[in-house]
């Protein structure tokens, strides 16, 4: 795997951002009545860092991921706000809004340039299909026409010793497909029986391509692995082949949902170790989706806390877990059970609001031990509080240009 | 401290059937010898990974499963001898006339799929209250609605579908079922892996309390080392059908024995920023408990086996007061742990 974007990396110190969501509104319409899932997102993940993104199921922390590819499934709609990523040099000023781009444009991007890790590999993997197949699928469609080329630079080259006319005929073929990979007489020969076969080099390379990807994320015989099917393979093992797939083109970020959530503590070190090691030399940058504050304390440089559709705090992970200024961050932090621990464990009364009807004004208020009257009427706005710490909260509200409290 | 139950040698296989007869082939070795005795008034942790077998010796513990092997004592309210009876060979119809039955009772993991859809709470309560003793009418709503009042609970919520409730609600539910029939014993299946962090936390101090009201006795099944550490005095540690250490909690995660134990204490992420540690991280999955290893079961994926471990399986023998672990190398283990991976461990 070759680094696509070496040039980024090494930018990463200067922080430059990679993706920037501008107040992202998600909604579902169910029967019930319209679910408010995000409540304008706004979320900076700078290159080369990885980017947590934490909260309790239903908060929103897998909608923001899927709105970010636009993946958000019926009855979701994205209602607004913008998604700017800025991946390569020529945009590097302006950056490309996602939301306006085609489909086709989003098509080309996911996998290739932003990728997913998903959070349940049963589900992810398709059970009919091998698992080099599955692998091989996103280079046969990413990487098409540089696999043709090198097809082609092989087939001239003195080496190859095909039957001498096939030789020139698929020469010839993979000429066309270089120039012109949608061509019309390749799409008409792709329906013939005989004619499909022309692709067989192509196949032969991604798969080839397959191996190589999944023996470098330490799957052993990674040669035997590819012809298997996911039914027999282990959790571990699946997640795993979720992973390549995933990273099969080098990704500039690479979206991991709850990559280790359902995976024992054993096998998550081992995945855990895997994506830091990744991130060391593949990837630019994760966003990282969790519940566990754990992974995030280990494995994260910056943190978003997430409660029923809003972003309530950001902070470097050593801010937030040292000087948690949300409620609803302090209060997370302190129901989970720590190794050095005494006494009994707070927890947060009350349940997650529905999303449906949410609470007038801030949506932690009816939980919250410091609400006071303004809570329960107006929205807190994000506001900077420190060193790139922002958090939502009516108790750092400014008065008179300085801090009530911090 | 009276005991209330004791596991010896238990074991629980589940047959694989196969060939043109139908006849058993092999067997799923869940539980492959067992021995564990639990002390009135403890919460015992039951910690491993899945497929270890964890949920097999609760659910076999209180007879929910036949044994395939060993037996099951059971210590009545006075704890001599004379009471002791072996509840793995006793016939379901006599377990249930004795009470005991009704004394052993289960919280089981996912609170979603534990609860009838289609029954009101108030019969979901009642089902097995009814089981045990003859209760009708006004004596019986009283009784359900102290019980939802002990887990926090009210009277509103009598006729409603479990459906209607949040993740945590519908587990008090379940725990207030559990404890329907006045148990002595319960079996806690992952009470917490299926709720959120806040949600968690509720729960696990509701338990706490109940054991101090109640007088309850637990065995909590779980993967989360640290919500163990949070509520078990003692935890034993299991991998593949077998335990491997014993002790009690503060001990375990102090001086930790076992290869194993060393591993699953060093995998836990821990929120804290401060606290960085090296992992162990041990490469391979759990094997197959159709064909277990041989020797030390654990051998395989042992960053320090030795010869002997392939050969000879290690029994559960005695390091300190309460400690028992099942390691050959169980003196050095510590000081190998050091030597390969620093002190920055833990």
Known sequence: ?406 | MEKILELRRLKKHYPIIGGVLRREVNAVKAVDGVDLDIYRGECLGLVGESGCGKTTVGKTMIRLYHPTHGSIYYYGKNGDAAERLDIGSTKRSTLKNLGIRGRLQMVFQDPTTSLDPRMLIKRIIAEPIREQVNLTGRGLEDRIVRLLELVGLSRDHLLRYPHEFSGGQRQRIAVARAIATDPEFVVLDEPTSALDVSVQSQILNLLKSLQQRLNLTYLFVTHHLLVVKYISERTAVMYLGKIVEIAPTADLFSRAVHPYTHALLSGIPIPDVEHKPRRIVLSGDVPSPVNPPQGCRFHPRCPFATERCQNEAPSLEEVDTGHRAACHRKWEVEELVREKFGDQIR
């Not at chain 1, 005989?194 to 991604?206: D, F, I, N, V």
């Not at chain 1, 030399?281 to 754990?294: K, Y």
């Not at chain 1, 050593?318 to 409620?327: I, T, V």
């Open chain 1, 1 to 406: 795997m070759i680094p696509k974007y070496a040039v980024d990396r090494g930018r990463a110190d200067t922080m430059a951002t990679l993706l920037k969501t501008v107040d992202l509104v998600t909604n579902f319409y169910t029967y019930e009545g319209v679910v408010k899932a995000l409540n304008r997102i706004s979320l900076v993940v700078d290159h080369g860092t990885t980017f947590g993104l934490v909260g309790e199921s239903g908060c929103g922390k897998s909608v923001t991921a899927r709105s970010v590819l636009r993946i958000v499934q019926e009855p979701g709609r994205i209602e607004g706000g913008k998604v700017v990523v800025y991946l390569d040099e020529k945009n590097r000023e302006t950056g490309v809004d996602l939301l306006e781009q085609s489909e086709g444009y989003m098509e080309a991007l996911r996998g290739d340039q932003i990728s997913m890790i998903f959070q349940e590999p049963n589900a992810a993997l398709n059970p009919t299909m091998s698992i080099g197949d599955q692998v091989s699928e996103s280079y046969l469609f990413h990487q098409r026409q540089e696999m043709n080329a090198k097809i082609l630079e092989d087939l001239c080259s003195p080496a190859c010793r095909a039957f001498y006319p096939l030789k020139k005929v698929q020469q010839a073929l993979y000429r066309v497909a270089v120039r012109d990979p949608d061509a019309l007489g390749l799409k008409i020969l792709d329906r013939i029986p005989l004619g499909k076969l022309w692709q067989k080099r192509l196949k032969r390379e991604a798969k080839r391509r397959s191996i190589d990807i999944v023996g470098k994320l330490g799957i052993p015989h990674p040669e035997r692995i590819v012809e298997q099917y996911p039914h027999s393979l282990s959790g571990g093992m699946k997640q795993r082949i979720v992973i390549a797939i995933a990273l099969a083109c080098s990704p500039v970020l690479l979206i991991a949902d709850e990559a280790t959530s359902n995976l024992d503590v054993t096998i998550q070190a081992q995945i855990l170790e895997l994506l830091r090691q990744l991130k060391h030399e593949v990837i630019s940058s994760i966003l990282l989706i969790t519940h566990d504050l754990g992974i995030v304390a280990e494995t994260c440089d910056r943190v978003a806390v997430m409660y029923a559709g809003n972003l309530v705090e950001v902070a470097d992970v050593n801010d937030l877990f040292k000087k948690p200024l949300h409620p609803y961050t302090q209060a997370l932090l302190e129901a989970v059970p720590k190794f050095s621990m005494e006494g009994t464990l707070k927890s947060i009364e009350g349940n997650v609001p529905n999303l449906v009807t949410p609470p007038p004004g801030c949506r932690f208020h009816p939980r919250c031990p410091h609400a006071m009257e303004v809570c329960t009427r107006r929205f807190p706005e994000m506001i900077e509080i420190g060193r790139n710490h922002r958090v939502a909260c009516h108790l750092f509200e400014r008065v008179d240009g300085k801090n009530s409290r911090a």
